[in-house]
């Protein structure tokens, strides 16, 4: 059974047909140009090297992954996700962008088991994640990134922020006018609330915030204690 079920809607896995008129695109949120070149741009500016692997944690259907890797050298880029639906769909996307030559190491896994690869990395990042999930799972997730994350690496992950920790009330996210919660999907925690679950990982917190996301998502930075 999986851990994720009902959790969030991220589980439906979608049709052959769904996936022939690109449904998978809209599924994880849209923007998929934007998006897409948004994250590696931020990225790259912080410091993501072609030759640096990198693991992209709730990989979906590769929107960000097929910019990923046009940059990163052949064999560098790493994705998880719990659909295997989408998984399908970003491989299709990744064949009909010519990249299969770029060699994506790809997993479905629902419980974060980052270590099926066998690598560590220099880079892990997950968009539109941690939104998605309570507190037990972001810790699970950060466990999980802690095991196998180089010394010098770094986890960056977004989330949407509330002003106050326990803010119980919904919360209308702007720009994008997302409505978050405290305890249902789309989630939102405050920053304190987000440090203290890193520190239940073995993680410190630094907030990056504003990184240009066109729905309001902010951007934290998790590294290992020094």
Not at 146 to 166: D, I, K, M, W
Not at 184 to 205: I, Q, R, T
Request: hydrophobic fraction near 35%; include cysteine.
């Amino acid at each position: 059974m999986s851990i994720m079920k009902d959790v969030n809607s991220y589980s439906k896995e979608l049709t052959s047909e769904e996936i022939s008129k690109k449904a998978h695109r809209d599924f994880v949120g849209g923007l998929w140009d934007e998006l897409g070149k948004l994250q590696l741009e931020f990225l790259i500016k912080s410091g993501l090297k072609p030759n640096h692997k990198l693991l992209d944690i709730g990989c979906g259907c590769l929107r960000g992954g097929l910019h990923y890797l046009k940059y990163l050298d052949v064999g560098n880029y790493y994705g998880l996700d719990l659909n295997e639906s989408l998984i399908e769909a970003g491989k299709i996307e990744v064949d009909e962008a010519g990249l299969s030559h770029k060699k994506p190491n790809l997993i479905v896994d629902d419980a974060f088991k980052v270590g099926a690869f066998g690598e560590t990395f220099d880079f892990m990042v997950s968009v539109s994640l941690f939104t998605h999930l309570p507190f037990n799972m972001i810790v699970r997730c950060l466990t999980r990134a802690r095991e196998n994350l180089l010394p010098h690496g770094v986890y960056y992950s977004t989330y949407f922020q509330a002003p106050t920790s326990s803010y119980l009330e919904p919360l209308r996210q702007e720009p994008g006018e997302i409505v978050t919660h405290y305890d249902s999907d789309p989630f939102h925690c405050s920053v304190d609330e987000l440090a203290y679950l890193a520190k239940l990982a073995g993680l410190e917190l630094s907030v990056v915030g504003d990184w240009g996301h066109p729905r309001n998502q902010k951007m934290a930075a998790f590294r290992l204690p020094k």
